[in-house]
């Protein structure tokens, strides 16, 4: 078993943990974000408008997390995962950050200026469609993402 990154709802964490309430489930996960644990991401919409009330993504924030809780747990975790945590969270501490799925998926929609720019991670030989309404998206490969990160000006 391996582990991906789907967007999740409250409900589904709650369910999965044996807690009571996704209310709990809300409270631990935002305990984790004022840690720096984890970074939750909401859907954004093509008219600007984030959407708090769907399912969103959670990224571990530090790489290391995944290494401990795969070996915790005994549960796999995809190399191609633990990239596109490590993007979105860098991408976060510079731009307002979300994600974005209708039929298609961008991994990570970071506002810059008054635009949506796109960032979808591919780890390998993979079809993607662009989404109409995103007028840039950079498609990071293996082979890009090293340049990307060390080219790109975070201040």
């Not at 293996?142 to 201040?155: C, Q, T, V």
Request: hydrophobic share 40%; proline share 5%; charged share 20%.
């Amino acid at each position: 078993m391996s582990v991906r990154l789907v967007p999740v709802s409250w409900l589904e964490i709650a369910k999965g943990c044996s807690m009571s309430s996704p209310h709990t489930a809300q409270s631990y996960v935002e305990r984790l974000q004022d840690l720096l644990a984890v970074k939750v991401f909401h859907l954004l919409s093509p008219n600007f408008r984030v959407m708090y009330r769907k399912n969103k993504k959670i990224h571990l924030t530090d790489p290391f997390f995944y290494q401990v809780f795969s070996s915790y747990t005994g549960v796999e975790i995809l190399e191609e995962t633990v990239v596109e945590s490590t993007v979105a969270c860098h991408l976060s501490r510079v731009f307002e950050s979300y994600f974005w799925r209708n039929g298609t998926e961008v991994d990570i929609v970071s506002m810059v200026g008054k635009e949506q720019v796109g960032f979808e991670i591919k780890w390998g030989p993979k079809s993607w469609r662009k989404p109409r309404h995103l007028k840039r998206v950079f498609v990071l490969t293996k082979e890009i993402l090293p340049l990307f990160l060390s080219s790109a000006l975070w201040s």
